[in-house]
């Protein structure tokens, strides 16, 4: 077989197949692969078998979930994390939500972000969570629930038991524990707790969670939850905190007991240019291309709970919606496929026209016994690179290693094997 693309020449001599799979990945669901850029973002969980763990799902979620409220503009270089409201978050594919509350005068809970108030209380977020599950019961929502600054000097109780006796006795909130499984938990809030002197029972319990750190507990029995919340180290320290526990999750895909956490947010500085929305500009889009890369190597993969801030269509690769892609198989192909940045990162141009990719390609991804031959010009013309994988994975090539960085206009692939 080989396929011929080029500005003027769109050719394929070979005939195609429907590929049909006999296994799927224990925590996978298959997808026709038109499907892959449809996903029903609000009830995208629907797939999902019942009997899959919480910890078998790759879960986008958003850290410090309540600050989209913020105006100021002092605060909002520290505090501000989210620029959406919490239903948006939702219809966007969100069912992690960092909620961070601080016990009022009048024994209510509202949110915070360190001393900064919100303007957000914690019922206008479960009244939220219900009525998108009452529109989507397929779903689920999972809430991180901190205690965050001090309660007010009128506080009658403490966070925990204001917590539990004002807000957790809702049918909404999930009250089994265990290994959580998404049949357990499709319409519920499934409460993990970050605070200290719970009485009830339901969700996952308190594990102790670290500061500025990457480190494993246990809940719920036998549950492992490995968390990476490094928020204030250096953009290259936190890169690499993201990259490792990345990795880590792929080698732990196939254990149904491990929840793998893993926040892409950063804020190391009170400045412009060291802003949770800065960092996240970088990050977001650099973190999407690694999950993407991951799927697009091995489609029995997994991403975790990738926490983020700004979730939003600012930047590609969107990393909510690759986060989602990776619980689902779709036929594979054996295209190369092409990206406007080294390291698979930026736009994957594949299936795209050749006005969008021309001169505009980085890095190629091969999938395993392919070779393609890149050109300078249209109609395979001009200067010309061959690249062969011959291994029984895809390899990623950057083209700066060729010279060929931004220069390419056709090309012709085919499978050696």
């Known amino acids: 077989m080989v396929i011929l693309k080029s500005k003027n020449v769109i050719a394929s001599m070979c005939v195609l197949f429907t590929v049909l799979f006999s296994s799927v990945g224990a925590h996978?669901?298959?997808?026709?692969?038109?499907?892959?850029?449809?996903?029903?973002?609000?009830?995208?969980?629907?797939?999902?078998?019942?009997?899959?763990?919480?910890?078998?799902?790759?879960?986008?979620?958003?850290?410090?979930?309540?600050?989209?409220?913020?105006?100021?503009?002092?605060?909002?270089?520290?505090?501000?994390?989210?620029?959406?409201?919490?239903?948006?978050?939702?219809?966007?594919?969100?069912?992690?939500?960092?909620?961070?509350?601080?016990?009022?005068?009048?024994?209510?809970?509202?949110?915070?972000?360190?001393?900064?108030?919100?303007?957000?209380?914690?019922?206008?977020?479960?009244?939220?969570?219900?009525?998108?599950?009452?529109?989507?019961?397929?779903?689920?929502?999972?809430?991180?629930?901190?205690?965050?600054?001090?309660?007010?000097?009128?506080?009658?109780?403490?966070?925990?038991?204001?917590?539990?006796?004002?807000?957790?006795?809702d049918s909404i909130f999930l009250k089994t524990e265990g290994n959580i499984t998404l049949g357990d938990s499709r319409g519920k809030i499934v409460l993990l707790r970050r605070y200290s002197g719970s009485t009830m029972t339901g969700g996952f319990k308190n594990f102790g969670w670290k500061d500025n750190a990457t480190f494993t507990s246990t809940t719920n029995g036998n549950v492992k939850i490995t968390v990476q919340d490094k928020y204030n180290v250096n953009y290259e320290e936190k890169k690499a905190a993201i990259d490792s526990m990345l990795k880590e999750t792929v080698l732990n895909k196939d254990n149904p007991n491990h929840i793998h956490i893993n926040f892409t947010s950063l804020s190391s500085g009170?400045?412009?240019?060291?802003?949770?929305?800065?960092?996240?500009?970088?990050?977001?889009?650099?973190?999407?291309?690694?999950?993407?890369?991951?799927?697009?190597?091995?489609?029995?993969?997994?991403?975790?709970?990738?926490?983020?801030?700004?979730?939003?269509?600012?930047?590609?690769?969107?990393?909510?919606?690759?986060?989602?892609?990776?619980?689902?198989?779709?036929?594979?192909?054996?295209?190369?496929?092409?990206?406007?940045?080294?390291?698979?990162?930026?736009?994957?141009?594949?299936?795209?026209?050749?006005?969008?990719?021309?001169?505009?390609?980085?890095s190629i991804l091969l999938k395993s016994y392919t070779e393609i031959t890149i050109y300078e010009h249209s109609n395979f013309t001009g200067k010309s690179v061959t690249l062969t994988n011959t291994t029984n994975s895809a390899q990623l090539f950057n083209l700066t290693t060729y010279n060929f960085n931004d220069k390419m206009s056709s090309y012709t692939w085919k499978l050696i094997r």
């Open 28 to 169: 996978q669901t298959s997808l026709a692969a038109s499907e892959r850029d449809n996903i029903n973002l609000s009830e995208w969980m629907r797939e999902i078998p019942n009997s899959n763990t919480l910890a078998e799902i790759s879960i986008p979620g958003t850290h410090d979930s309540g600050t989209f409220r913020l105006e100021d503009p002092i605060k909002s270089v520290w505090a501000k994390t989210q620029e959406n409201d919490f239903r948006y978050q939702m219809d966007h594919g969100v069912r992690f939500f960092d909620i961070r509350g601080r016990v009022t005068d009048d024994n209510t809970i509202v949110l915070h972000h360190g001393p900064i108030y919100l303007y957000v209380t914690l019922q206008q977020f479960i009244n939220e969570a219900k009525e998108f599950l009452k529109s989507h019961p397929s779903e689920t929502i999972i809430m991180s629930l901190k205690e965050e600054y001090e309660s007010m000097p009128g506080a009658k109780e403490s966070f925990a038991k204001t917590f539990e006796n004002m807000y957790f006795g």
């Open 270 to 362: 009170g400045t412009a240019w060291s802003s949770p929305y800065y960092y996240a500009s970088y990050l977001n889009s650099i973190s999407a291309a690694k999950v993407r890369l991951d799927h697009l190597k091995n489609l029995d993969t997994k991403a975790g709970w990738i926490i983020m801030d700004y979730i939003g269509d600012r930047w590609d690769p969107k990393l909510y919606e690759e986060i989602i892609r990776a619980n689902f198989r779709y036929p594979p192909t054996d295209e190369p496929h092409l990206f406007e940045h080294i390291d698979g990162e930026g736009i994957d141009f594949t299936n795209l026209p050749h006005s969008k990719w021309n001169d505009q390609v980085s």
